[in-house]
């Protein structure tokens, strides 16, 4: 695992599945049209495990996320919910998980790819006795 391996800007340059996953995640419908195909800037910022995670959206709205890999966060969704998370690191990915998804984020070929993949949620409720 490289010191720097991801500190950089990287630009929006294309997503698979956007709609359908944004919809599974609950993002409201202002959000996904201002999210489709729009020139996000990710920046990163790196200094061994600690990391400043910068989304910058057109119109001059950002996200930032700060943490450390292996302790927890206090962070951010792109929808703006606030929760807790213990950011990992695994092979050579950085892995997180968000309220209502499992993210990754991995240098490839010199690029940034983020995969966002639904968690599945079972809920049960207890059974009454007779």
């Keep these: ?3 720097m391996a991801f500190a950089g800007k990287y630009e929006f340059e294309g997503d698979e599945n956007y709609d359908d996953f944004v919809n599974k995640i609950g993002l409201p419908s202002d959000k996904i049209e201002m999210g489709r195909n729009c020139k996000i800037v990710t920046e990163v910022v790196q200094n061994g495990n600690d990391f400043t995670w ?3 959206f057109p119109g001059g709205r950002t996200t930032t996320n ?3 890999i292996g302790k927890e966060a206090d962070m951010e969704t792109m929808g ?3 929760f807790k998370a213990t950011v990992k690191m695994e092979d050579g990915k950085i892995v997180a998980d968000f309220p209502n998804y499992h993210h990754t984020a991995e240098i490839c070929g010199g690029k940034l790819v983020e995969v966002s993949s639904q968690i ?3 809920v ?3 059974k009454k006795e007779k």
């Design 1 to 3: 695992q490289g010191n």
């Design 54 to 56: 910068t989304q910058h």
């Design 80 to 82: 703006g919910k606030k």
């Design 124 to 126: 049960y409720k207890k």
């Design 66 to 68: 700060t943490f450390t």
């Design 120 to 122: 599945s949620r079972l």
